[in-house]
């Protein structure tokens, strides 16, 4: 066989494969542009972890990475929906809308969009509803309104569903997210603060039964007042939980802070949490905890 033969089988042999397929995307027409091979929105990646899974599949988790059990953010309504029987809920108050009392710049704008954007009217969504038989008034703080941040109308529409909670006789639920208070509110924000905790003593004295569950964020203001006054104090996995920033306090104390610090895990070490609840255990617990305080009549 020539030399030159030997050659060219060798290197057939010892060919090294591509390790990654050439996908021909084509050209762009002029008036065509050319298409996304994925649509925007059908995949996500855990920030935690790097896992990548179909969106509705995450859905379908309840929003908790597969991976890693990282429990990403929820909406109001997609909590309630996890939570209440068949997805029935009574909401409160939704016609409530807030103000410019001290005609802050460019706050209305900004209110607008983010009504908008979350399809809410405010940072926090009440109500009434039922887990696994149990009637329940509701509350849940939503991050996507600004932040989350209690203003006048977040502060009275939690103490107006308290108000319920004490008419009906029915527990309390409060599941908080939130930056703190908002600072385009002043004063009155932080009054918030005071209303809402005024009238939870008012619940307590009652006999009302009040359930807080703190999820990720849960700073400031709100942190400091409602979120940790519960009979029962929850939290879920990872949630950052704390009054003020972690860089502002490490300043001030002059101190490195444990890297977990803040954490639902740290505070639960700590004493000041019953327990950290992972997402797919959160109904049955409530309804667990629910059923003990339900007061049986006999016939």
Same mark, same amino acid.
Request: glycine letters at 8%.
């Given at each position: 066989?020539?030399?030159?033969?030997?050659?060219? *089988?060798?290197?057939?042999?010892?060919?090294?494969?591509?390790?990654?397929?050439?996908?021909?995307?084509?050209?762009?027409?002029?008036?065509?542009?050319?298409?996304?091979?994925?649509?925007?929105?059908?995949?996500?990646?855990?920030?935690?972890?790097?896992?990548?899974?179909?969106?509705?599949?995450?859905?379908? !988790?309840?929003?908790?990475?597969?991976?890693?059990?990282?429990?990403?953010?929820?909406?109001?309504?997609?909590?309630?929906?996890?939570?209440?029987?068949?997805?029935?809920?009574?909401?409160?108050?939704?016609?409530?809308?807030?103000?410019?009392? @001290?005609?802050?710049?460019? %706050?209305?704008?900004? @209110?607008?969009?983010?009504?908008?954007?979350?399809?809410?009217?405010?940072?926090?969504?009440?109500?009434?509803?039922?887990?696994?038989? %149990?009637?329940?008034?509701?509350?849940?703080?939503?991050?996507?309104?600004?932040? #989350?941040?209690?203003?006048?109308?977040? #502060?009275?529409?939690?103490?107006?569903?308290?108000? $319920?909670?004490?008419?009906?006789? %029915?527990?309390?639920?409060?599941?908080?997210?939130?930056?703190?208070?908002?600072? $385009?509110?002043?004063?009155?924000?932080?009054?918030?603060?005071?209303?809402?905790?005024?009238?939870?003593?008012?619940?307590?004295?009652?006999?009302?039964?009040?359930?807080?569950?703190?999820? !990720?964020?849960?700073?400031?203001?709100?942190?400091?007042?409602?979120?940790?006054?519960?009979?029962? !104090?929850?939290?879920? =996995?990872?949630?950052?939980?704390?009054?003020?920033?972690?860089?502002?306090?490490?300043?001030?104390?002059? $101190?490195?802070?444990?890297?977990?610090?803040?954490?639902?895990?740290?505070? *639960?070490?700590? #004493?000041?949490?019953?327990?950290?609840? =992972?997402?797919?255990?959160?109904?049955?617990?409530?309804?667990?905890?629910?059923?003990?305080?339900?007061?049986?009549?006999? !016939?």
């Amino acid at each position: 066989m020539p030399e030159e033969r030997c050659i060219v *089988l060798l290197k057939d042999i010892f060919y090294k494969k591509r390790r990654y397929a050439t996908v021909q995307t084509g050209q762009v027409q002029e008036d065509k542009p050319m298409a996304k091979e994925v649509p925007e929105g059908l995949m996500t990646k855990c920030p935690k972890c790097g896992t990548i899974a179909y969106a509705k599949e995450l859905e379908k !988790n309840l929003k908790v990475c597969q991976g890693c059990g990282h429990h990403f953010l929820m909406t109001a309504f997609e909590r309630i929906a996890m939570l209440v029987d068949e997805g029935h809920f009574f909401e409160y108050d939704s016609g409530l809308l807030s103000a410019d009392p @001290l005609n802050f710049p460019d %706050y209305m704008p900004k @209110l607008e969009k983010d009504m908008e954007k979350s399809g809410l009217s405010e940072a926090v969504v009440t109500g009434e509803g039922t887990i696994k038989g %149990y009637p329940a008034v509701i509350a849940v703080m939503d991050s996507r309104f600004r932040m #989350g941040s209690m203003g006048s109308v977040v #502060g009275e529409k939690i103490a107006r569903a308290i108000e $319920q909670a004490i008419e009906k006789q %029915y527990p309390f639920i409060l599941f908080s997210a939130s930056g703190g208070a908002r600072m $385009q509110e002043g004063v009155l924000s932080l009054m918030q603060m005071a209303k809402t905790s005024a009238a939870l003593a008012k619940l307590s004295a009652a006999g009302g039964l009040y359930i807080s569950v703190m999820t !990720n964020p849960t700073t400031g203001g709100v942190s400091a007042s409602f979120a940790s006054l519960g009979d029962y !104090n929850f939290a879920e =996995p990872g949630a950052l939980i704390g009054f003020a920033g972690r860089r502002i306090i490490e300043q001030t104390i002059r $101190q490195e802070l444990p890297e977990d610090f803040q954490t639902a895990e740290f505070l *639960l070490k700590k #004493g000041q949490l019953d327990k950290v609840i =992972p997402r797919k255990e959160l109904r049955d617990t409530l309804a667990k905890i629910l059923d003990m305080h339900t007061v049986r009549r006999a !016939n």
